[in-house]
């Protein structure tokens, strides 16, 4: 089973950037779509913007028009550009394929602070 590795997190103050990567163990081509999921304290893990193999991509509202999904199938790889980053953007930030979800993988923390 696929695994991935989530990486690019960081204490950023608001207003900031951060490029969130997640490392496939194998190729991604076979993956339809691919998201990138959150979860921040005490809530539970939801959908932030996903992509399928002809990048079309889907966003949750609250990140409309500020993050932006890409994937590179030659590199095994799937981004997430994420700016104008809020507060309630703190979360630790996971990929994984959108329709079986398998294993998780560790995540990356994100803080959004001043």
């Known amino acids: 089973q696929v695994q991935f590795v989530e990486s690019g997190g960081g204490l950023v103050q608001p207003g900031g950037s951060l490029r969130l990567s997640c490392a496939a163990s194998?190729?991604?081509?076979?993956?339809?779509?691919m998201g990138w999921f959150r979860q921040a304290p005490g809530k539970q893990r939801e959908l932030v913007a996903s992509?399928?193999?002809?990048?079309?991509?889907y966003y949750t509202d609250s990140v409309k028009g500020r993050f932006t999904i890409s994937r590179d199938n030659a590199k095994n790889t799937v981004y997430l550009q994420m700016s104008s980053l809020k507060p309630e953007d703190t979360a630790v930030y996971y990929c994984?394929?959108?329709?079986?979800?398998?294993?998780w993988g560790q995540g990356t923390q994100v803080t959004v602070s001043s």
């Open positions: 992509i399928n193999r002809n990048n079309g991509a």
């Open positions: 994984n394929d959108y329709n079986t979800k398998g294993n």
């Open positions: 194998r190729n991604i081509f076979s993956i339809y779509t």
